[in-house]
């Protein structure tokens, strides 16, 4: 039987390999042109050649904060080190 829908075709880039996770740069570039330049997620899968899913679960992430490390600063002196 033949497929469904025949000239559905996908707009991701065939040289980028399969289950390689989006950079930084790649989030931000796409969170950009969806917030900022108020691109639709259609035109952003077109422009980047990404995989439609890929570009809605960037979107619906948002924006990645590192958290700051936990505890309190160690007071660790030059000449303590040297004791120890």
Same mark, same amino acid.
């Given at each position: ?10 707009? &991701? ?10 950079? $930084? %740069? $790649?989030?931000?570039?796409? /969170? ?10 259609? &035109?952003? +899968? %077109? $422009?980047? &050649?990404? +995989? ?8 619906? $992430? ?5 958290? %700051?490390? /936990? ?9 303590? &080190?040297?004791?120890?």
């Amino acid at each position: 039987m033949p497929s469904k829908h025949k000239n559905r075709r996908s707009y &991701r880039d065939p040289d980028r390999p399969r289950g390689q996770r989006l950079n $930084e %740069r $790649e989030q931000t570039q796409i /969170l950009t042109l969806y917030h900022i330049a108020k691109w639709n997620t259609s &035109r952003i +899968v %077109r $422009e980047l &050649r990404l +995989v439609r899913p890929t570009v809605i679960s960037c979107i619906q $992430e948002g924006y990645f904060t590192p958290k %700051r490390p /936990l505890g309190r600063r160690l007071i660790l002196t030059t000449q303590k &080190r040297r004791r120890l």
